[in-house]
């Protein structure tokens, strides 16, 4: 029997090339070893864009539509949409019971995203209780690793204080899952910034082949190096970030460059070239994925994912009482 994976990510708009290096990419690979539930998280988006959830079902299609391309294959594992499958509700409701505030208070996650979304009105139960909900995602599956970035280390630590504590109170019942790091490499936005929808830098995965150029041709690069010949410094170079990621000859270029011996547009060029052919297969693939396509990955997902969750809720209500032995 395989061991059990569980990852989500959130539907709150387009995939861009930092999500299918930071995590898709890894989940292609996985999905050969081990048994996987790829699940869209969008009850989580829910918790941040409860103003504006009109988005949500097409942006789950669409993050959907973006996994087929990337080469998730719903042969080999189970890709589905949280709030297709109430159970997930349903753990998250018995969990909340005996999860102390001040688990939740504490979580640096949780203070992180008050100071950085101070937009969005989320000093809420739901917002709150959002690794909860995590927590029970995982734990549904008995996953006994879950694939995520550094980012999320605190929720999956709490997931096994969750775990624990309700091994304590009702039997030994819930493994305690690790998580699997994903080897994130550093890949800046095109203005160097991190790269995000909001700051308006990102290369998507469903841009086009002028968009892709044309993005790379406003990648930030060394300022003092003005003339081909000037010898660059790659350290802030937006240009290297990328060549450092996907050329596998980075080391080739940084000498180059170093040694006043590659200009920036030659080197925009060769790097337009590497993204475009990761790029084009993927983008071709995204056109050719249908709307009933994805409902049926969705549909199949559900079915598959519910028949385990429903045993697990059965299993749970049975040990905490809410069933006669
Ligand atoms: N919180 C995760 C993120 O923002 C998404 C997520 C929801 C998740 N449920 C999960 C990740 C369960 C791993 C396992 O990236």
């Not at 060769?270 to 052919?277: G, R, T, V």
Request: aromatic residues 10%; hydrophobic residues 35%.
């Amino acid at each position: 029997m395989k061991e059990t994976i569980l990852s989500g990510m959130r539907p709150t708009g387009k995939l861009h090339i930092g999500h299918y290096v930071g995590a898709i990419s890894n989940w292609v690979k996985l999905q050969d070893t081990y048994r996987c539930f790829f699940m869209v998280a969008d009850l989580h988006a829910l918790t941040t864009e409860y103003k504006n959830s009109n988005e949500i079902k097409n942006f789950s299609y669409e993050l959907v539509r973006d996994l087929l391309a990337c080469g998730i294959d719903p042969k080999k594992a189970t890709i589905f949409c949280q709030s297709d499958v109430p159970e997930h509700s349903e753990l998250h409701l018995i969990f909340s019971m005996l999860v102390p505030l001040g688990w939740l208070y504490s979580c640096p996650t949780y203070k992180e995203q008050l100071r950085e979304l101070s937009s969005k009105d989320i000093k809420t139960y739901g917002f709150l209780g959002y690794p909860v909900l995590q927590a029970a995602d995982i734990l549904l599956y008995k996953s006994s690793k879950v694939p995520v970035g550094k980012d999320q280390l605190p929720h999956i630590e709490l997931t096994r204080e969750i775990a624990r504590k309700f091994n304590m109170l009702y039997g030994n019942y819930f493994p305690e899952p690790e998580a699997l790091l994903t080897e994130s490499p550093y890949l800046p936005g095109i203005d160097g910034r991190k790269m995000s929808k909001s700051y308006n830098n990102c290369i998507f995965l469903s841009d086009e082949t002028t968009e892709i150029k044309l993005k790379v041709n406003k990648m930030f690069t060394d300022p003092k190096k003005i003339h081909k010949n000037d010898p660059g410094d790659v350290t802030n170079c937006v240009v290297f970030a990328f060549h450092k990621v996907f050329n596998p000859k980075y080391k080739e270029i940084e000498q180059l460059c170093k040694a006043g011996k590659l200009g920036c547009v030659e080197d925009k060029e060769s790097l337009y070239k590497i993204l475009e052919q990761i790029l084009a297969p993927i983008r071709d693939k995204r056109k050719n994925v249908t709307i009933e396509q994805i409902k049926e990955t969705l549909l199949q997902g559900k079915n598959n994912a519910s028949e385990v969750a429903k045993k697990t809720i059965a299993e749970v209500k049975h040990l905490v009482g809410l069933v006669s032995k």
